[in-house]
């Protein structure tokens, strides 16, 4: 569809990563917060630093993990701009998608400025049952403004977030338009099918798979790989999924991988199962903090999750 | 559940009106543009005095109607600043649920600094499936840093567009907690069983439907009126209603009010088909443009529903 941007032959985490095209593991990393609740810049910062110490490929900050849209503005400015002090920028996909086209141009000129390869967008996501030109309208008017060649804008598929579905007929409009500008899109439906007929439909168009349990088959199918939130704390797992996906073994490191993320997930919401987690591993009580309308697990949920995951034989890394 | 603010015996819109009690029918208005696609501060300023020539209680201002997570915060308050400005602040509920509590206080301080009697405020809305206590903490964080003893709050249950549902336990916590401040509800789920319940669960708090299609059921329950999108275009019928509401013709008149209502939704999606309404009744076009993701009307479009309204012998009122 976009003869600069053709599917490889070879296309696994093992190619050589590029800036202007990411491929391969990818956290949709948390937010710690302060004792005061404000966004904490440094502990954001060394989280981040831990994960692509783990090997990971990149970083999704600011997305719905981050808790972004229970950040302001300014918040969201303030903490891009701490993390493109921090040398952080060019493992960045930034989530810009506002209800606020206006934000959204904000956000992403933000992204641009500090170096990030590229931006996850969430089309505005307050209306129900909206046309797909005005979807359409949305990502073009965001395009249009921040008009610069370097956006690599990923689309953020997320519909149990977003009421909204972004079908295969928007999907070819929006590529059609801005071939060098709308290279990729996280998947989030959890419905594999759905990830696969966008994989199908569109070479050299990098649909990411929104959890680790699709890696291996996006992989096959020549996807570039995956964005998930449970990878704050199943990085390493990933990493190696990725990094052996033509082995034999690869299939029982996916259903391995699997498993983990199924346990997290069946113990609590996975945004404060993971903050008490981190809590826990690096003796911060201060991870455990989320911002309303998410609620931190209470000390019965976060014993219980502890044990399910040790009788799995879990352990974090040490931190950095 | 507070005795300070009892159901009254005779709660129709004809008790004389009380800042600190809004009761009757409110317009949730519409937000022309400029040309350029900026709020349209004058331009709102008169729509909303045209309404409230009509008759009309009041205006919520910056609600789904209005378009106001299609705003940046900015935009929001400086449409405020405007409101006050031009004297009808004390006509207003002003929308302020965003999606983080940081904007809801800065846009409930403004309203409170430019004297609207309340304020009408959607739980945060990006996440679904977060428990009731998620919820609460959304509303009272909010409260406890607007910490305004002068303020009303309306809680806005439009489960639609925010995917979430707000129950009779939600709504009872925040009653028990925060008594002289939360104060009522605008019901915009479309389900009379549902307003049905709430109105006859908390006597004393005030459940506005979000229809006009419930006014006189609602009024008869001892419920304070409605607030809709559609009297953009329908004030004179519903004031009609509203002051007649005990008299043998009245259901005849919500019959015919209805029936205008659901000749214009079906007709296409109300928002811009107000908007065209405005723009061939005022003969300014730029009444017609909406911001992304809503789309304008097409010409056919705009046709038909012209059609059908000239069918039912509808007009509107003169331009002030």
Redo the contacts between chains.
């Keep these: 569809m976009n003869a600069s941007r053709p599917s490889t032959s070879s296309p696994g985490p093992s190619s050589a990563p590029s800036p202007a095209r990411p491929r391969g593991v990818f956290v949709a990393a948390l937010t710690p917060l302060t004792s005061t609740g404000d966004p904490d810049l440094e502990a954001t910062a060394a989280h981040y630093r831990w994960l692509l110490d783990q090997g990971c490929d990149g970083i999704v900050c600011l997305g719905?993990t981050g808790e972004a849209?229970?950040?302001?503005?300014d918040?969201r400015l303030a903490l891009l701009d701490h993390l493109g002090a921090s040398g952080l920028a060019g493992r960045l996909i930034v989530g810009t998608g506002c209800?606020?086209?206006?934000?959204t141009v904000r956000l992403t000129r933000k992204a641009l400025e500090i170096g990030a390869p590229g931006v996850l967008v969430l089309?505005?996501?307050?209306?129900?049952?909206?046309?797909d030109?005005?979807?359409f309208?949305?990502y073009a008017?965001t395009i249009e403004r921040v008009g610069d060649a370097r956006l690599r804008l990923y689309i953020y598929h997320f519909p149990?977030?977003t009421?909204l579905d972004i079908g295969l007929p928007l999907i070819e409009r929006l590529i059609a338009a801005y071939p060098d500008t709308v290279v990729g899109l996280k998947n989030s439906s959890g419905d594999w099918d759905n990830i696969r007929a966008m994989i199908d439909a569109f070479p050299g168009f990098d649909v990411f798979a929104g959890s680790e349990e699709f890696l291996l088959p996006t992989l096959r199918l020549g996807g570039p790989g995956c964005m998930s939130a449970t990878l704050n704390v199943l990085a390493p797992q990933a990493v190696e999924l990725a990094a052996n996906w033509q082995s034999p073994e690869a299939e029982a490191t996916q259903e391995r991988l699997s498993a983990l993320r199924r346990a997290i997930s069946a113990a609590a919401?996975p945004i404060p199962a993971m903050k008490a987690m981190l809590a826990r591993h690096t003796g911060r009580s201060t991870w455990r903090a989320v911002?309303?309308?998410?609620?931190p697990l209470d000390p019965a949920q976060e014993e219980r999750l502890s044990h399910s995951l040790a009788a799995l034989g879990f352990d974090l890394p040490a931190a950095a």
Tied chains: 1, 2.
């Design positions: 719905t849209n229970s950040f302001t503005l918040e209800c606020a086209i206006g934000d089309p505005p996501f307050y209306y129900k049952g909206v046309p030109d005005g979807l309208a949305a008017e149990k977030m009421g919401a911002r309303p309308p998410l609620c």
